[in-house]
């Protein structure tokens, strides 16, 4: 009998109207004949009010303990959806992270999932019972409560959808699936029907927030092929796996953006001496995330390096600059703030080597500048200032063929 | 190294602050050279709340899932109060039932315990760590969560404690410790040093409310003694423990009573004749609690049989009354409300045979009627109307010398 796995985020369970819903589409299935798993996330709220009262007891407290407090979140959603399961007449259970053999390395906080004992829960499916399990969390082998860290429940989903053997798992949202670009920018903007694992890698990593790479990754790794479908209306959402009919032999499949990003330039006083390793070391234990990064080694100017941060880690960058300036080697930074990063994913880039050129010739026919460049195998970013960055993302939607993509 | 229990009830860890004290309560007692086991419960009216949510989704949920849900409870409270012990400097872990190794039967919702596998616990509490273990709960040998029902986190303490060894297991709690009456009716109610377990039984079942009598009776089995300490003042409480120095020779140790009593008799139309048995039966299946049971058999008059019962369970014993009236095979049922049981409970009593004809004196002095009477080794108890109740205490603790008690 075919197996899926259903994933509902904490909006789709946010309130007993909500789970109720989320329970039909869960009976919808059964009836149609399907083995379920479901796993869910904290209720809405629930995690950042748990956090909240950790604060008040203790504003420094351990990563195990706010594992064992956190980790009582989807505990409460899982036994609220088994209820509202059962009430539709379909016997359901509701499983811990460690109850459904959810085994984690020995790290509170940010935990990788190392395997999936499924025995207890394929034996529920089996004899027709709905496993309703808690994503985010696991246990390790010594017994210790451990959660997954920011996209837990997509990766728990995942990582349970292999070791049931699944046909597919299913992320129910609050978006329709996957678009071309954001609808809520560009009117335009298209539902894709399907998306390669790396072009939604891309995309993921580009913030576009739906599904955590993480959780991709491990979809990629395994070939489980994983579907975006919006849990408020009906929809077929967007289907992600590895070979995919290109509609309309389309090159580029979708264009990401990110508001709020700052450049940095550092000047060398001296010829490059490895002080580059060293800032982006410094950076690095700083926990600073860096994205761009462009260096330029001439004879004839002063050497330096170029790299794109985001807002918020603005400060901590200049601090750390600052408080090692000699030990880094440089004469000199600048920045510029009020930047965007605009990025075309698609992997049909790949065998059209015209594809950055014409990006390029793009936005210079709309006058927006370029300041800085990357590309990969399947993206070409670029960062160009922020006030352009809608009407770059417009003409890019267009020029690529994606206003007209079929299948919304 | 002297090992303890220490144990807070909902009230006692309602809120951040109230944490706060439990956890400065707890790093005393580290500090003076203890091991210390804490068990919680929920935090105030968590438990409430989450059954209410149960509610909107499912009104009629499974016990499975509501042990699912309710165990969550706890988990909050245990790692908040770990994280505030932690914050005072003293280190400190969590502990689910399963993972305190609670072992109980494969019931939800009011479990027994069967086991307490407490190695995970001892190895932590002798590497100075201060365990704090979720109470009210515990999972089967399949891994399924069990709550333990009704005073039930009372119970997780003492066996726990057992487990582990303990010297004495502190219940902390919002009252003062153990009265001889309760101090709010009665002015004069004094805070006694020390009780037996069995007088404790005795005034556990009727109804003090301090103390379950399953942990009671699980602490009179082990010899496991108990303390009941207030967690908001300072204050040594009363112990409960086998042999005690009888404070003034007190033959009568506490008064203790209940309200909304009432009598139903019931007249057969035959001799006797098993129908005795039915009725107690069809009640029981219908989880009424009788309490006081007194039966008439007299040549001259007809047979009948009069009980106790709290109000709450009145309408439920006139419908299975009156829906067995032929299978039960009585000819008519009179019933009495507005009536009240007062009980006098001491070890004392089983070497003075005149205790109960004292009562009777001392209520007859005070011209109070006395509907029924049921005594046992160590308790007589009276039922009396309930406008005369607290005459009846004042008098009888005047009586048997316990608004002298010293020790408070």
Chains 1, 2 share one sequence.
Not at 140 to 166: K, Q, Y
Not at 168 to 179: A, K, L, Q, R
Not at 369 to 397: F, G, Y
Request: proline share 3%; net charge negative.
């Amino acid at each position: 009998m075919e197996r899926i796995v259903m994933k509902f985020g904490g909006t789709s369970v946010a309130n007993p109207e909500r789970i109720a819903r989320a329970a039909q589409l869960v009976v919808r299935e059964v009836n149609s004949g399907k083995q379920v798993a479901v796993i869910v996330s904290a209720m809405g709220k629930t995690t950042d009010e748990l956090l909240s009262l950790a604060k008040e007891v203790n504003s420094a407290a351990g990563r195990r303990e706010l594992d064992m407090l956190l980790a009582t979140g989807e505990q409460v959603t899982a036994s609220l959806l088994a209820m509202a399961i059962s009430g539709e007449g379909v016997e359901a259970h509701s499983y811990t992270g460690w109850q459904a053999g959810v085994l984690t390395e020995s790290v509170h906080g940010n935990a990788r999932i190392e395997q999936v004992q499924a025995d207890r829960v394929s034996a529920a499916l089996t004899s027709g019972t709905v496993a309703v399990i808690t994503g985010f969390q696991g246990a390790d082998m010594h017994g210790e409560l451990t959660t997954l860290g920011r996209g837990g429940s997509d990766t728990s989903a995942v990582a349970i959808a292999i070791a049931l053997g699944a046909s597919i798992c299913d992320i129910y949202t609050d978006v329709e699936g996957v678009f071309t670009t954001d609808p809520r920018l560009i009117k335009q903007a298209q539902k894709l029907e399907e998306i390669s694992y790396d072009e939604m890698l891309e995309i993921a990593n580009l913030g576009a927030g739906v599904l955590h790479p993480r959780a991709v990754e491990f979809a990629k790794n395994h070939q489980m092929p994983l579907r975006v479908r919006p849990a408020h209306i009906e929809g077929e959402g967007t289907i992600i796996k590895e070979e995919i009919d290109l509609e309309n032999n389309l090159v580029v499949r979708g264009i990401a953006f990110e508001r709020d990003i700052v450049r940095i330039t550092v000047m060398y006083n001296v010829p490059y001496n490895g002080s580059l390793a060293n800032i982006f070391t410094a950076l690095a234990e700083h926990h600073v995330n860096v994205d761009i990064i462009v260096q330029t080694i001439r004879e004839d100017v002063q050497p330096s390096v170029s790299f794109s941060i985001k807002k918020e880690d603005f400060a901590e960058v200049i601090n750390v600059l600052e408080s090692n300036k000699e030990a880094l080697g440089y004469s000199r930074a600048d920045f510029e703030v009020g930047l965007a990063k605009v990025s075309i994913v698609g992997s049909g880039m790949v065998s059209n080597p015209g594809v950055a050129a014409s990006l390029f010739e793009t936005l210079r026919q709309v006058d927006i500048p370029i300041k800085m460049v990357s590309t990969s195998e399947i993206k070409v970013s670029v960062v160009i200032p922020e006030p352009e960055m809608e009407k770059a993302v417009a003409a890019l939607h267009e020029q690529f063929g994606l206003d007209a993509v079929k299948g919304k």
